[in-house]
């Protein structure tokens, strides 16, 4: 029974189109709507940082706060599908990031607010899929620095994601793993981003206490990056 409920997995899997292979993939990254505390590590080669954030998500829309180290707590980031929204406390003020800003790095590290958003894989590319590996290119006009992407699976989860620039260079390398399931969803555990041009040059997240469960709606208030979730 086990043996024909996997067949039968497989071949649902199989008879997916690439976009909904996408999507799926798409979800998975996101994981179910949870609380959780995330480790970002921004490693340089003669240095490291490191920062707790909490994060809130419904799997669409993202709250994220700094909690240490205590010279940026309070620093907090909302994202609602294609607004994003920064609240810093030294300003005491919460300011919309224009589109301009998006591909600004998250927290000094190799992530960009464009990443955070997460939106872009879906909206910007067109996909098709190759020997088993998801081959994403950009629609025309499509504000995007990458002129490729390509997702590659292990079973029915993402395993990496490689990004190409408009030469055809590969320029940054998403690795997932340690995938934490929670009744039927699950979370990737452990990204590492590398910066294909610099070596050295990587973050790392780290996922863990993770509370699954439904986020109060009033996470994802713009007001509540100042007084908190």
């Not at 919309?96 to 800003?101: C, H, K, N, S, V």
């Not at 452990?190 to 780290?206: N, Q, S």
Request: charged share 25%; with cysteine; glycine share 8%.
């Amino acid at each position: 029974m086990r043996r024909l409920s996997w067949l039968l997995f497989l071949a649902l899997a199989l008879a997916q189109s690439p976009a909904e292979k996408l999507r799926a993939v798409l979800d998975r990254l996101r994981g179910p709507e949870h609380q959780a505390v995330y480790v970002l590590k921004v490693v340089r080669p003669q240095s490291e940082r490191v920062y707790r954030l909490k994060v809130y998500t419904d799997g669409q829309r993202a709250h994220l706060r700094v909690l240490e180290p205590r010279s940026e707590a309070g620093q907090a980031f909302l994202s609602l599908g294609a607004e994003l929204y920064l609240y810093d406390p030294r300003l005491g003020r919460t300011l919309r990031l224009p589109p301009t800003g998006r591909s600004e790095r998250f927290l000094g590290s190799d992530l960009t607010y464009q990443d955070l958003m997460g939106r872009d894989l879906e909206e910007l590319f067109t996909v098709s899929e190759e020997k088993g590996v998801l081959v994403l290119l950009p629609k025309p006009q499509a504000p995007t620095p990458y002129g490729r992407v390509e997702v590659y699976l292990k079973e029915d989860l993402p395993e990496r994601i490689l990004y190409y620039d408009q030469r055809g260079q590969a320029v940054r390398e998403l690795r997932l793993s340690a995938y934490q399931r929670f009744s039927g969803t699950v979370l990737p555990g452990r990204m590492e981003l590398l910066d294909l041009l610099r070596p050295g040059y990587r973050t790392v997240v780290e996922i863990g206490e993770v509370k699954v469960g439904p986020v109060p709606p009033a996470c994802f208030n713009p007001l509540a990056l100042e007084r908190g979730c």
